[in-house]
């Protein structure tokens, strides 16, 4: 059990600063996804946490106590790499017991620990096997058990599905999901699969090159992303985004967008310039009343659902409506954008305009 606080925490590699400030708190028993593309300092910000590399500056709390500088076997945290990086010449148990008869447990206490972790595994009926018939399945039981034996504080676990097919993988997940769910051990995952990240997590870091971009529940992030990155790679399609030229003032509550006004859900911070209009796909309905225009260029049969692309006068953005709806390509229709869900960013800087701390959560459908 721990709660994990980052403060701070920059890690430079020679003159490459590969994860610059960043500040964030896991909460104890959370399932906490870090989450951005290839390269974004994810794996090094949860090596950080592991004791496995050193910040070059800011701190580390694990359950208060200021452990940045301590290695990893003074962390008392489990690191579940790759997980089928077993012994090979050792079977099912002794893969298992290995780490606790190494730190001199008496051989009776590991062997119970052992059936008592199987048992929650569901591998008890496997111990004397040797690890090299097993399944992929099988074998990421064992690992995760070898992690779950020492009852570490925490769980760290840098992409641990990415080499299974997606249909292994997502029965994975859920098993992963469930095993949590029963122990309720701080968990800190690492995957660039957006999907994985909503499905699986309680809490979400989004990070791009180095920076945490936002942090919070999968639910807040998709409704009310922080910025045009988060707003982008978060979301199958993602979010539209729609150019316009305004000026917003301070606690204003609407837009002109191309001369049509749009109320938004929240006060907006105030600007001027380039503007970013950002909307989900599923909040766009033709609707031949609607003031906003936009031509039908293309339509994606999805089985219950349709993709439709419209070019507007702003740019070019996707709806998610239901495959009954007709559509005819080269046709032009209103389009109803849902005033609750708008987002508008800040063009130059990404950011969005509002603060979102404060917003309620969507209900979708
Ligand atoms: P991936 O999913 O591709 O592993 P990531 O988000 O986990 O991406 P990191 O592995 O944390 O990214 O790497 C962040 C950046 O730091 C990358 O540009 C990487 O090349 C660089 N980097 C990581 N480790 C080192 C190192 N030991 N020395 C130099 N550069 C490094």
Redesign the pocket.
């Known amino acids: 059990m721990a709660q994990i606080r980052i403060e701070n925490v920059r890690?430079d590699?020679?003159s490459?600063n590969?994860?610059k400030s960043s500040t964030f708190t896991i909460e104890d028993g959370e399932f906490f996804m870090l989450l951005?593309?290839?390269?974004?300092?994810?794996?090094?910000?949860?090596?950080m946490m592991a004791g496995l590399?050193l910040p070059t500056s800011g701190e580390i709390y694990i359950d208060g106590e200021e452990v940045g500088q301590k290695p990893a076997s003074q962390r008392d945290i489990a690191f579940v790499f790759q997980m089928f990086a077993l012994y090979p010449h050792m079977n099912v148990g002794r893969n298992m017991s290995y780490p606790l008869l190494s730190q001199g447990m008496p051989k009776a206490e590991a062997k119970r620990r052992v059936l008592e972790v199987a048992k929650i595994l569901g591998i008890e009926g496997m111990l004397d096997r040797p690890v090299g018939g097993l399944s992929g399945g099988d074998r990421q039981r064992v690992a995760l058990g070898r992690a779950i034996v020492r009852e570490p504080k925490a769980f760290f676990m840098?992409?641990p599905l990415g080499a299974l097919d997606a249909e292994f993988r997502e029965h994975m997940a859920e098993e992963l999901r469930a095993l949590h769910d029963r122990m309720g051990a701080t968990t800190v995952y690492?995957t660039?699969d957006q999907l994985e990240a909503m499905q699986m997590g309680d809490k979400i870091v989004v990070?791009n090159h180095?920076v945490v971009e936002q942090f919070g529940a999968p639910q807040q992030i998709y409704d009310w992303p922080a910025t045009k990155f988060v707003a982008q790679f978060i979301g199958s399609p993602p979010m539209n985004f729609l150019d316009f030229n305004g000026i917003v003032g301070k606690g204003a509550t609407e837009i002109n967008l191309g001369g049509v006004r749009l109320a938004i859900p929240q006060q907006l911070d105030g600007a001027s310039g380039d503007l970013t209009l950002g909307i989900r796909p599923e909040h766009v309905r033709p609707s031949d009343a609607a003031p906003y225009r936009g031509e039908i260029v293309a339509s994606e049969y999805l089985g219950t659902t349709q993709i439709v692309t419209f070019d507007t006068a702003h740019g070019r953005i996707k709806a998610r409506i239901p495959s009954h709806h007709k559509v005819v390509v080269g046709d032009t229709t209103g389009l109803e954008l849902d005033a609750r869900t708008l987002t508008v960013f800040d063009a130059s800087t990404g950011r969005a305009l509002s603060s979102i701390a404060n917003r309620e959560v969507l209900h979708h459908g």
């Open positions: 890690k590699f020679g490459f590969a994860v951005g593309p290839s390269g974004c300092g994810k794996t090094t910000t949860l090596r590399e840098d992409e690492v660039h990070m180095g």
